[in-house]
């Protein structure tokens, strides 16, 4: 049980953020300030902000292997984040596909640099 609250609660942070910065976004598309291909952008870099910073944290408490860390972590998000699309939007293409492997891969990266930062 400790195990998955010591991955489960960077996922939790990663989800939160992920969906609070969403509405933040969905906000300003609806009053017109920012254009949807505007939104696709930032959202793709926020992401992989959010995910690298996830890993980075999840590196910093790792003691050893910080691209398993990160694996587990992206792993765990992205499990999260495809039940959610698959109860609200029941589709799957190459943007959501793109879209969870940049959590993979910033989660990976990040760990990896955290774990380094953490020695």
Do not use: Q, W
């Amino acid at each position: 049980m400790e195990k998955l609250k010591k991955y489960l609660k960077p996922t939790i942070k990663i989800v939160i953020i992920s969906v609070l910065y969403l509405a933040l976004l969905t906000l300003l598309s609806h009053t017109g300030i920012l254009s949807l291909t505007t939104i696709t952008k930032i959202n793709f870099s926020l992401v992989a902000l959010i995910s690298f910073m996830g890993g980075v944290h999840k590196g910093k408490k790792a003691s050893k292997k910080g691209y398993l860390e990160g694996l587990k972590l992206g792993g765990i998000a992205i499990m999260i984040l495809f039940v959610l699309n698959i109860l609200f939007y029941r589709t799957f293409n190459l943007y959501v596909f793109l879209y969870y492997l940049v959590i993979l891969v910033g989660s990976i990266i990040g760990s990896m640099i955290g774990i380094n930062l953490h020695r």
